[in-house]
């Protein structure tokens, strides 16, 4: 039976069709066009270079095992949790996982987040011990709770609610070594005030990167890894052993939504590596996503991010002998279209997984050279 319209239905359905139409039109003042989901998509995963690095039992990596599992019809944040955990449990990585470097205390303290498009539901775990591969647990935030972010002790008694082993005094020998070693450049009785001390432990972990003591990809660790399937449902993940020798409670951008991960179904995903303090300060995967949304292409996007973090990195002590900040931080992008971007401070390289299989490729810089140039 078809109703009967009064005055105000009609005047209240007239007003929404013109502003649907108008809608469709230009886009609402403060509102920006979503990027639309085709229906068919190029399937893609990307990620840090250490997704084409790390591999598990059967010689396949992170990028190629996600890949493999969402083309085999997984679901893409299934098959990235699954991705990132090959790097994760991988003993000689330094920055992702159990084996990353722990913090000032000798104590390895990880942070991880995931987004799950379609789902549009999101979980972060931060300075969470004791456990091996974060991501999991950041994914059982997102399926199991009605929160997106939980720390410290919190999220490990939540961990082992959950079923996942905790471990004591979880510690890698290497990264051990190297936490007594900085211990030993940086004795805190030879620094009379806090300020001071706080440049020493930053400068000697750079010093341990320029000797070649310690990675410098590893300085603040970290995977991403994003994708999108063939039906455009995107997902991404971000896991980090963080900042070495960090304040204890310290938490960087991995765990942080907007920061080091972001991912809206209809429009993108993005997330980073690098300098969290600096990402954080300027919630880079969030404008990336929001840039792609406006129809940046992702290379654009990322690029966009970056500028903006170098413009707001005034202090002399981040900034290098050419006035360029002295850190590191990349971004990996994709969009609903599968058309994807590594973009990097300096010059990197990023994984990615195609129909053509795993690649490890050159990131597009914003400057030239090293950090500490
Ligand atoms: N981007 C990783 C961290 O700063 O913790």
């Not at 039109?25 to 920006?32: D, I, M, R, W, Y």
């Not at 085709?38 to 095992?65: I, Q, W, Y």
């Not at 001071?196 to 990167?209: L, S």
């Not at 990675?215 to 399937?229: F, L, Q, S």
Request: proline letters at 4%; charged letters at 20%.
């Amino acid at each position: 039976m078809t109703k009967k319209l009064n005055r105000r239905d009609f005047v209240r359905t007239t007003t929404a069709a013109g502003i649907a139409a108008a809608a469709a039109s230009k886009p609402l003042f403060g509102q920006a066009p979503t990027v639309m989901t085709p229906k068919s998509v190029k399937p893609c995963v990307v990620a840090s270079s250490n997704g084409n690095r790390s591999k598990d039992a059967d010689g396949v990596t992170c990028v190629a095992k996600a890949f493999k599992m969402m083309t085999e019809g997984a679901d893409v944040l299934d098959a990235l949790v699954a991705g990132v955990s090959i790097v994760e449990l991988d003993p000689n990585q330094t920055g992702v996982g159990w084996s990353g470097l722990p913090n000032a205390d000798g104590v390895v303290q990880l942070d991880a987040s995931c987004m799950h498009g379609p789902k549009k539901r999101a979980g972060a775990v931060a300075g969470i011990e004791g456990v091996r591969a974060p991501a999991r647990v950041a994914q059982l935030v997102a399926e199991e709770t009605d929160h997106h972010l939980l720390v410290g002790k919190g999220a490990q008694d939540f961990a082992r609610g959950m079923g996942i082993k905790i471990e004591e005094g979880l510690i890698n020998e290497t990264a051990r070594k190297q936490w007594l070693e900085w211990k030993r450049r940086t004795d805190p009785l030879h620094y009379l005030d806090p300020k001071t001390r706080a440049q020493a432990w930053y400068d000697a972990g750079m010093q341990m990167v320029r000797e070649g003591l310690i990675d410098g990809e590893h300085y603040w660790g970290t995977i991403n890894c994003d994708a999108v399937n063939a039906k455009g449902e995107i997902c991404g993940v971000t896991t980090t052993s963080g900042l070495a020798w960090k304040i204890p409670g310290r938490a960087g951008d991995s765990p942080i939504l907007g920061a080091g991960l972001y991912v809206d179904g209809d429009v993108g995903a993005a997330g980073s590596t690098g300098r969290g303090e600096a990402n954080l300060y300027n919630l880079s995967s969030f404008v990336i996503v929001e840039e792609m949304r406006r129809g940046a292409h992702p290379k654009d996007a990322a690029m966009t991010a970056l500028k903006r973090v170098a413009k707001n990195t005034i202090e002399k002590r981040l900034l290098n002998s050419k006035g360029q900040p002295n850190f590191g931080l990349s971004f990996y992008c994709l969009n609903a279209k599968g058309e994807y971007a590594g973009v990097a401070m300096y010059e990197s390289t990023y994984a990615v997984c195609t129909e053509n299989g795993p690649q490890t490729l050159q990131t597009d810089a914003l400057y030239a050279g090293r950090p500490t140039d």
